[in-house]
């Protein structure tokens, strides 16, 4: 028994730099394409060098046997300094004029370094290298190991989770920047120093804007309501009713929503053109509420699932008729699923970008996708006023989105899923 | 000081006496116009001068859609200069949009010059000028005046204002056809009517007859914007549908699919559209699979972690896309956090590598998303066991999780597949196919949508176009089906 603890016993410490060495490896790959991108060959060979040495640092830390502990140590304490040494030297190779970026990269170099040194030459480590380890304290390691490599894991667990927050911020960031600050500069470097309204009066004060918002609300709307008509009877049916043809029809709306929009994008415009739809509301809201339609059947069909067929049957009895069922207790009772899916129909058709470009190709009918789209074309781009325009038609869908994201999410991925 | 007003007399006579020689203009004394050319949307003007013209002289033939007296209201059309002919090139009619005769006085009519930057030349002595004028409004009122100036552009004079009209108008193409398109939806939706009537009508029950009046319009909808379409698309394929001829299509058998599989750019933009496809469907896998399990579990700030990470699905993508097309731009962010100068947009391995990366950007919350909630279904107490038995961490991933969240990845990774092979915004917005665009040859980062979207509406080949898209449906079909037969992913459904 006492061998068991005393062999299963490796101190947190090193599962802990094991780790840590994993996860700046994997940095070090993004380290190592930004210089190869800048042509600093230099810093490339310096944190091409840490990198191996934190490989090895990995290698020597992870394993049970009890031979050469104080080699692996030894060489475990070795690395972590070359580390050490790669980061400070990386930050002094780009001299005076280091950026943010340059600052990141030693900190991947020196944090595993510096822990490296202070964890290795902890007492536990060096009883362990010895094999002087007692029993007691071996089981105390264990039941601390227990305890606290938890915490360390979730703390490498936030590192990672902040730079992918950082990557999907970037952007977000970026635009809010652009969009406050004066003139179309692209760098953001002011970083919110000088912020002016000017681009928001621009577009607020300009007729395109109410213009596109006017088409976009049109057609939306539209589409939902045209839409619901469809959709609400045929999931009622699809969920209610057993018929002939009832297996074919909901798999045909199955495969309907596998298909590629691109093999209908040109049929689709000629028979708008014959019919002279194009540059029309009316156009994009027959196009829209059918290519959502399959999914909001799906979704309502899920949803009148969930509703307890006893209350139907019980108003039948009452003398109900079958109508009134449908139309006195089936939508009163599902509102709220018909208002996600109303929802998701809305902002299918508000976020559209590819039937609007290609139906309605005159100024006065663009919807807010095509039109902001036209602040950045080849020849002319207007980046400010982009940007102010993209937080105004952006940021009420984002909060739509995160305060229905749960039912949202639901609906997408239950048809997604099945579909 | 009396002294001093003779002399400034004098000096100003002087002046204008040495003046006049100089900034006399030769005058313009007749204008005449005519709309009765034989050409689409000309006018011929004739002037005539009041002496012959000297070296220097020049007119500028100005044009407006309402009377003007002053030049400044008009639009410059082209101007004439007098000058030394001799060297210059002497195209013949035809071949300029004003093309210009003159005439010395004799009755003949001789062709004008061309400098070097294309302007008219016409040679000293000359004493009256025609100039048929293309590209006026047609079908409507034009005045036209003459304003001429001399070499020193000291003194100039517009001529009186003369007015014509083109005699030819627009001749827009007669209305297309459309009675086809409504015989073929009419005939859709009547035999859909009876086909909903005899299957009700063989129904026993009430219930059985009103569920096929509940279907009927949404099944309506979908037979007639969407197989209709389809269909025809199928049909446009294989005949010669162009956008001049809209709806005078002929067939012309597999013309155009020997074109699709003959251009040259076609294995390179298949090539593209596959890696474009599998490096996005497996980043968007692997990294929401990261981040779905990095969230599982009792996480500090979870609720924060998920709506940021939910923002490159919730933000339009016609917004974001244009935001990174903003940060890669030469003088955008990426340079900038990095002190690179590298075009990125415009060079094709980075152009590939933006593309891609901001697709990937865009898609994986929905994967997150989608490999949580599976992850949720899988009951903790498999686990433990694993605890106890001593599987490691590893094993358990690839032996637990992997198993238990393949019946809700497989379906989903076929579902990006389909939506990555089609992802038109970001191509479209980003990169526009390019960098190395040239007409009728996809760009360096064009797939097969944006390319098939290049050849209907920039090169107006419907016909095409069309036989892309069904040579894309026929892959994407081929692939679905195989992937269903390897994974048997074909269950769970309906």
């Not at chain 1, 310096?46 to 692996?72: C, F, N, P, Q």
Request: proline share 4%; with cysteine; charged share 10%.
């Amino acid at each position: 028994m006492s061998d068991l603890a005393i062999r299963w016993f490796i101190p947190l410490e090193l599962r802990i730099l094991s780790g840590m060495s994993l996860l700046s490896c994997a940095l070090l790959l993004v380290v190592l394409l930004f210089d190869y991108l800048r042509g600093d060959y230099d810093s490339m060979l310096i944190h091409w060098l840490g990198m191996l040495a934190l490989s090895v640092m990995i290698l020597t830390s992870i394993d049970h046997t009890e031979e050469g502990r104080t080699k692996r140590r030894d060489m475990g304490l070795i690395t972590s300094g070359i580390t050490l040494a790669c980061g400070i030297t990386g930050l002094f190779i780009r001299g005076q004029e280091y950026l943010l970026v340059d600052l990141w990269a030693a900190l991947v170099l020196l944090i595993p370094g510096l822990s490296g040194l202070y964890l290795l030459s902890s007492p536990v480590v060096s009883r362990w290298v010895d094999s002087t380890l007692e029993r007691a304290e071996a089981e105390a390691g264990l039941a601390r190991n227990r305890l606290l490599l938890p915490k360390w894991q979730a703390g490498l667990k936030h590192v990672v989770l902040l730079h992918v927050v950082a990557v999907v911020m970037i952007p977000v960031l970026w635009i809010i920047d652009v969009a406050i600050s004066p003139g179309d500069a692209l760098q953001g470097g002011t970083l919110f120093s000088s912020p002016t309204g000017e681009h928001f009066s621009n577009i607020l004060g300009g007729e395109n804007f109410w213009r596109w918002a006017r088409n976009s609300v049109i057609v939306s709307i539209g589409t939902t309501i045209l839409g619901l008509c469809l959709a609400i009877p045929a999931g009622y049916a699809f969920s209610r009713y057993r018929f002939k043809g009832r297996g074919a029809m909901m798999f045909t709306f199955l495969l309907v929503q596998m298909f590629p929009g691109i093999i209908i994008l040109v049929p689709y415009f000629m028979v708008m053109k014959s019919l002279g739809l194009l540059n029309t509301a009316i156009g994009l809201i027959l196009a829209y509420s059918v290519t959502a339609l399959p999914l909001c059947v799906w979704m309502l069909k899920g949803f009148f699932d969930t509703v307890p067929k006893e209350l139907e049957e019980a108003a039948l009895l009452d003398g109900c008729s079958q109508f009134g069922v449908f139309y006195r207790i089936i939508l009163p009772l599902s509102l709220p699923a018909i208002a996600v899916t109303a929802l998701f129909s809305f902002l299918a058709a508000w976020n559209e970008f590819l039937l609007a470009l290609t139906f309605n190709t005159s100024d006065e009918m663009f919807t807010l996708p095509v039109g902001l789209a036209s602040y950045i074309s080849a020849t002319d781009a207007a980046w400010g006023d982009f940007a102010a325009m993209s937080l105004l038609v952006a940021i009420p869908v984002v909060l739509l989105f995160i305060v229905f994201q749960k039912f949202l999410i639901e609906g997408l991925t239950a048809g997604s899923v099945k579909g | 000081m009396r002294r001093g007003i003779p002399l400034i007399v004098v000096m100003a006579l002087v002046m204008i006496l040495l003046a006049i020689p100089v900034v006399q203009a030769t005058a313009v004394s007749k204008v005449e116009a005519s709309g009765q050319s034989s050409s689409y949307r000309n006018i011929n003007l004739t002037w005539e001068l009041a002496g012959p013209a000297v070296e220097g002289d020049g007119f500028h033939i100005m044009f407006s859609k309402s009377p003007f007296a002053n030049a400044s209201n008009a639009t410059l059309h082209s101007t004439v200069f007098t000058g030394p002919t001799t060297a210059l090139a002497q195209p013949v009619l035809g071949e300029w949009y004003d093309d210009c005769q003159s005439s010395t006085g004799d009755g003949d009519w001789v062709m004008v010059f061309r400098g070097e930057n294309g302007s008219a030349v016409v040679p000293a002595g000359t004493v009256a000028i025609q100039c048929d004028l293309t590209g006026m409004p047609a079908g409507e009122e034009v005045f036209l005046a003459i304003w001429s100036f001399d070499s020193h552009l000291i003194s100039d004079d517009l001529s009186e204002v003369v007015t014509a009209t083109s005699t030819a108008v627009d001749e827009l193409p007669p209305d297309a056809d459309t009675r086809p398109v409504w015989f073929a939806i009419g005939s859709i939706a009547l035999s859909l009517v009876v086909l909903l009537a005899v299957l009700g009508w063989k129904e026993r029950t009430a219930q059985g007859r009103s569920a096929m009046l509940y279907v009927a319009p949404a099944l309506m909808a979908l037979a007639l914007l969407t197989f209709y379409p389809v269909g025809y698309g199928i049909v446009l394929s294989f005949t010669d549908a162009n956008q001049s001829a809209l709806g005078e299509q002929s067939f012309n058998g597999l013309d155009n699919y020997v074109e699709v599989f003959g251009s040259a750019g076609f294995l390179r933009v298949l090539g593209f559209t596959l890696l474009w496809t599998v490096v996005n469907v497996f980043a968007h896998v692997g990294i929401g699979l990261a981040l779905a399990m990095a969230l599982q579990g009792r996480v500090k700030g979870k609720v924060a972690y998920r709506t940021i990470l939910l923002l490159p699905w919730a933000i339009p993508s016609y917004i974001t896309v244009l935001i990174w097309r903003g940060i890669f731009q030469y003088d955008g962010l990426f340079n900038g956090l990095l002190g690179t100068q590298i075009d990125i947009l415009g060079l094709p391995v980075p152009a590939a590598a933006a593309v891609i990366v901001v697709n990937i950007w865009l898609g994986f919350p929905f994967m997150m998303m989608v490999i949580s909630g599976a992850l949720q279904t899988i009951p903790g107490d498999i686990y433990e066991a694993a605890e106890v038995d001593g599987v490691s961490t590893v094993s358990q991933f690839r032996h637990l999780t992997l198993p238990m969240l393949k019946p809700a990845i497989v379906p989903v990774a076929l579902l990006g597949f389909i939506w990555t092979f089609n992802m038109f915004n970001v191509i479209y917005l980003m990169t526009d196919g390019g960098p190395n665009l040239w007409f009728g040859e996809p760009g360096s980062t064009d797939i097969l949508i944006t390319y098939v979207y290049d050849v209907a509406f920039r090169r107006g080949l419907y016909g095409v176009a069309a036989a892309w898209s069904v040579v894309i449906f026929l892959i994407l079909l081929w692939f679905s089906a195989t992937y269903m037969k390897k994974t048997n992913a074909t269950g769970a459904v309906v």
